[in-house]
Antibody, heavy 115, light 112 residues
């Protein structure tokens, strides 16, 4: 069955670079896109970007200058890197299979940016 | 960016009842390929969002037929019939027609 699992550090300092990993199973990254969505605590959903089956990417312009999404298909992993972190980047980060819509979601990883 | 406006912000319903949630987009969600990428998600307390409906009216795998979606262009509706306790949570509409993908601010469903 389709599964996605996010992993990464829970606490970051302002100005640091965040690195998250989404490990997937039950589907191929060469046939499906994977997107990242952030949810500030108690707030709504914000799409950050997607890496498509062919390896191309699309980013939300609000974070595009700080964000990079890549993958390792041999390990079934998708990576999110975001630099120059600020407290407003605090929230839960989800990865989700993206095929027209965000279908299957991971359980999310909480990231707190604080000094 | 396409703004998604959901109403109401919250609603309360009795078990077995029916509710409707409205979602309006600031621009037409009809893609150049003819598809309309409007989805509905449910986020249960303490859980990640789950896809209920995609492309306006298609139920995702394993989703009960108590959930139905309708609409076109810029106006969309999610209906939940025979409400059950497990239906409580926050419902979001989302569009995937234009970048960036955007979501409504959510509708909180409470059970009376």
């Amino acid at each position: 069955q389709v599964q996605l699992e996010e992993s990464g550090p829970g606490l970051m300092q302002p100005s640091e670079t965040l690195s998250l990993t989404c490990t997937v199973s039950g589907f191929s990254l060469t046939s499906n896109g994977v997107g990242w969505v952030r949810q500030p605590l108690g707030k709504g959903l914000v799409w950050m970007g997607t890496i498509w089956a062919g390896g191309s990417t699309n980013y939300n312009s609000a974070v595009q200058s700080r964000l990079s999404i890549s993958r390792d298909t041999s390990k079934s992993q998708v990576f999110l890197k975001m630099n120059s972190l600020q407290p407003e980047d605090t929230g839960t980060y989800y990865c989700a299979r993206h095929v027209g819509q965000l279908g299957d979601w991971g359980q999310g990883v909480m990231v707190t940016v604080s000094s | 960016d396409v703004v998604m406006t959901q109403t109401p912000v919250s609603l309360s319903v009795s078990l077995g009842g029916q509710v409707s949630i409205s979602c309006r987009s600031s621009q037409s969600l009809v893609h150049n390929n003819g598809n309309t990428y409007l989805s509905w998600y449910l986020q249960k307390p303490g859980q990640s969002p789950q896809l209920l409906i995609y492309k306006v009216s298609n139920r995702f795998s394993g989703i009960s037929d108590r959930f139905s979606g309708s609409g076109s262009g810029t106006d969309f509706t999610l209906k939940i019939s025979r409400v059950e306790p497990d239906d409580l949570g926050v419902y979001y509409c989302g569009q995937g027609t234009q970048y960036p993908l955007t979501f409504g601010s959510g509708t909180k469903l409470e059970i009376k």
